[in-house]
């Protein structure tokens, strides 16, 4: 069983970047799908960007195709999202979430996930 931790998030200018991490432990990370979630206040959360677990296949909500980057190291057991050129509306609690057998855009199709990281965008 994996267990998540995200890392990075903080408070950014409008135009910025900030780049998140998610460590995994307690599991063969390489066997899982992972995908970052993203929720804002009084909204359902959304997905964000996944990528299967070699690093082969990738997917972005439309909102953020071509400011963030997914990408993994399983050496490393880490999953990063690159976000550039962020704007006020990517402000929310960022998730990591990983499953052995699902890779999609829903949150039910993962199993594990972590606890969130805090994303705030300034104007």
């Known amino acids: 069983q994996v267990r998540l931790a995200e890392s990075g998030g903080g408070l950014v200018q409008s135009g910025g970047s900030l780049r998140l991490s998610c460590a995994a432990s307690g599991g063969t990370f390489s066997n899982y799908n992972t995908a970052w979630f993203r929720q804002a206040p009084g909204k359902e959360r959304e997905f964000v960007a996944s990528?299967?677990?070699?690093?082969?296949?990738?997917d972005y909500a439309i909102s953020v195709k071509g400011r963030f980057i997914i990408s993994r190291d399983n050496a490393k057991k880490t999953v990063i999202l690159q976000m550039n050129n962020l704007r006020p509306q990517d402000t929310a609690v960022y998730y990591c979430?990983?499953?052995?057998?699902?890779?999609?855009?829903?949150?039910?199709?993962?199993?594990?996930w972590g606890q969130g990281t805090q994303v705030t965008v300034s104007s």
């Open positions: 979430a990983a499953d052995p057998t699902n890779l999609g855009r829903g949150q039910r199709e993962y199993d594990y």
């Open positions: 990528i299967n677990w070699n690093g082969a296949i990738t």
